[in-house]
């Protein structure tokens, strides 16, 4: 059985962004994580997740508001750099 996953992305000028609720779709899959969440930590959003090998980390990236959506949005590369940088420690 095959998981497809549908994600909201907007591309804005080569930059692509995902809401709140796809960034933490995109980085369980991507970076196969058995968990991940996100809350407001001033202007920007802090993502706490837990890898296969159980260890807990935590990284802060920029929220993004884009014309005319009302909600907060992630920059997909941010999300990668923040990633690769945690996990290559």
């Known amino acids: 059985m095959r998981f497809f996953c549908i994600l909201m992305i907007r591309k804005i ?4 962004y995902l809401n709140r609720v796809d960034a933490i779709e995109y980085l369980i899959h991507a970076y196969d994580l058995k968990w ?3 809350r407001w930590n001033g202007n920007l959003i ?4 837990q890898t296969k090998t159980n260890s807990r980390k935590n990284v802060k990236v920029l929220a993004y508001f884009l014309k005319p959506s009302k909600q907060a949005w992630l920059s997909k590369r941010d999300l990668d750099l923040e990633m690769l940088k945690i996990c290559n420690k």
């Open 46 to 49: 802090s993502i706490n997740f």
């Open 13 to 16: 000028k080569n930059s692509y």
């Open 36 to 38: 991940c969440m996100t």
